[in-house]
């Protein structure tokens, strides 16, 4: 299972993806594609054009990070706490009632659930990582190490995720296409 560790896999195994055969990505932009596939997806890259954002600003503020502080901190805690509150509804809400509908995609969406896992480690690291640049810049410590250290962090976090939502919407979105608004 450790090749499937989400920090160790380039993507998912043929069995995971038994639905996107039928319903490949090339067929996702259709408009038949159910209001809730379409919704998962602008969510999905809404967390990819926030994540570019912080990679933006961090390297925007390496001259001067008291420069980005504002709007830096302020997209990372609607990053966090947007991607906390999806995982969430994900794990309580979407998962269970997706095995139900495809039992088929059920050892996938266990392996989804554990990325949740890892990422919420990830969550956590940017979180202190932030609140100690917000810090740095309040008190007057400059904040370059601490920048630097919310830039490792990011750099530690971005490819796990940018993973995760890619197998994500390689099963959800085909069950949600084959399935419609009931998947």
């Known amino acids: 299972m450790s090749d499937l560790a989400l920090h160790a896999r380039s993507g998912l195994p043929g069995e995971m993806l038994c639905l996107l055969a039928e319903r490949p990505r090339e067929t996702w932009s259709d408009p038949t594609l159910p209001e809730t596939a379409r919704f998962w997806l602008q969510m999905h890259e809404g967390f990819r054009r926030q994540q570019a ?13 008291r420069s980005v502080h504002p709007p830096l901190v302020r997209t990372l805690n609607g990053f966090l706490g947007h991607l906390d509150g999806h995982h969430r509804v994900e794990t309580g809400h979407y998962f269970p009632a997706f095995r139900r509908a495809e039992p088929r995609v059920a050892e996938g969406l266990d392996l989804l659930d554990r990325d949740h896992d890892t990422i919420h480690g990830h969550l956590e690291a940017l979180h202190g990582a932030g609140l100690a640049f917000h810090q740095a810049i309040t008190t007057g410590a400059g904040g370059f190490d601490e920048l630097g250290r919310l830039n490792q962090v990011l750099g530690l ?10 197998d994500e919407e390689e ?13």
Do not use: F, K, N
């Open 157 to 166: 976090a971005g490819p796990a995720l940018a993973r995760h939502l890619d």
């Open 171 to 183: 099963i959800v979105i085909p069950l949600l296409a084959l399935h419609g608004e009931r998947g």
């Open 53 to 65: 954002t912080l990679i933006r600003l961090i390297g925007e503020g390496a001259l001067d990070p």
